[in-house]
T-cell receptor, first 112, second 115 residues
Framework: AQSVTQLDSQVPVFEEAPVELRCNYS??????LFWYVQYPNQGLQLLLK??????LVKGINGFEAEFNKSQTSFHLRKPSVHISDTAEYFCAVSRTGNQFYFGTGTSLTVIP | NAGVMQNPRHLVRRRGQEARLRCSPM?????VYWYRQLPEEGLKFMVY????????ESGMPKERFSAEFPKEGPSILRIQQVVRGDSAAYFC?????????????FGQGTRLTVV
């Protein structure tokens, strides 16, 4: 079985400040890791994914995430956030790459 | 993800009525996944279908919920005798296959409100 824990339900941050959204997972089998973003009243958009290889993954909109196997974490970071980054962010795991187990989400609010 | 079309975008039903949610996958995709997002929660997997087959329905409630993906036409998620607790956003995703090299794309969801 797989599960995902997003430790922070809400993260307020000032514009142009750095941000880290935390994600920890547990799984009895090897899984792939994903971050999705959901803008208000929209569907989910893939930010980035880790399948294998380099543990530092770069995604769209300046986001990156680091896979840490020993800590079973996949934290999302951005060095400088914009107002437009205000959204809900979901961490997810998958064994197949397209059937997911999602965390409960982190609401990122960028303050002008 | 604009390629996955869900309709309607918003659906209001009275308790006891039936709700039908439609999902047209991206062109060329034959794998469809349904997820439910309850208020203040993440998305929960419900069912995985290929054309004319249910592959995995481990997340479907045992009663009142059913899904199909016919040879022709969209995938349908059907909820009979809706209750207030069914109020949620229902998302559909599609992919061209099942594997790490086939990305799943999400639709914009159907927001069901039961009054």
């Amino acid at each position: 079985a797989q599960s995902v824990t997003q430790l922070d339900s809400q993260v307020p941050v000032f514009e142009e400040a750095p941000v880290e959204l935390r994600c920890n997972y547990s799984s009895s089998v090897s899984v792939y890791l994903f971050w999705y973003v959901q803008y208000p009243n929209q569907g989910l958009q893939l930010l980035l994914k880790y399948l294998s290889g380099s543990t530092l993954v770069k995604g769209i909109n300046g986001f990156e995430a680091e896979f840490n196997k020993s800590q079973t974490s996949f934290h999302l970071r951005k060095p400088s956030v914009h107002i437009s980054d205000t959204a809900e962010y979901f961490c997810a795991v998958s064994r197949t790459g397209n059937q997911f187990y999602f965390g409960t989400g982190t609401s990122l609010t960028v303050i002008p | 993800n604009a390629g996955v079309m869900q309709n309607p975008r918003h659906l209001v039903r009275r308790r006891g009525q039936e709700a039908r949610l439609r999902c047209s996958p991206m062109k060329g995709h034959s794998h469809v996944y349904w997820y439910r997002q309850l208020p203040e929660e993440g998305l929960k997997f419900m069912v995985y279908l290929q054309k004319e087959n249910i592959i995995d329905e481990s997340g479907m409630p045992k009663e009142r919920f059913s899904a199909e993906f016919p040879k022709e036409g969209p995938s349908i998620l059907r909820i009979q005798q809706v209750v207030r607790g069914d109020s949620a956003a229902y998302f559909c995703a599609s992919s061209g296959g099942r594997g790490m090299n086939t990305e799943a794309f999400f639709g914009q969801g159907t927001r069901l409100t039961v009054v």
